[in-house]
């Protein structure tokens, strides 16, 4: 286990979701948090993306979140990123591109979500 994977598993864990997407894309998050803790020199390449990607004025209120949040501490980032609030579930729509996950490891990653699907739908159905 990694440092950042260590870090991930003591924050608190959204555990209610709309839909299998918002679950997936939670699983992701997570990874990429845990990837930035591992190697904070990826907030730099956030950054880059953001500057070539983001500055659409329709993405005004999104690039200027982000360019502040990209500011603070690295463990505030992926604190505030993975938080069970609006504010969390818009960085997480929102958020800028930290890295790439190889195909493997993509898989690895949504199939631990799938797994987890079953168990959350289930456990939320009504009796």
């Known amino acids: 286990m990694t440092d950042g994977e260590r ?3 003591q924050l608190p864990r959204k555990m209610r979701f709309y839909d299998r997407n918002e679950r997936r894309a939670y699983e992701m998050t997570r990874a990429v948090a845990a990837r930035l803790i591992d190697s904070p020199e990826l907030v730099g390449k956030a950054f880059s993306y953001m500057e ?14 982000w360019r502040d949040l990209l500011e603070r501490e690295v463990e505030d980032i992926v604190r505030l990123l993975l938080e069970d609030s609006p504010q969390g579930a818009f960085l997480r729509q929102t958020q800028p591109v930290f890295c790439v996950f190889p ?25």
Do not use: C, F, W
């Not at 195909?103 to 009796?127: F, K, N, W, Y």
């Open 52 to 65: 070539r990607h983001m500055k659409d004025p329709n993405q005004s209120r999104a690039y200027a979140t």
């Open 103 to 127: 195909l493997d490891e993509r898989e690895r990653i949504l199939s631990r979500a799938r797994a987890t699907d079953a168990q959350i739908l289930v456990g939320d159905a009504p009796p």
């Open 7 to 9: 870090v991930i598993a």
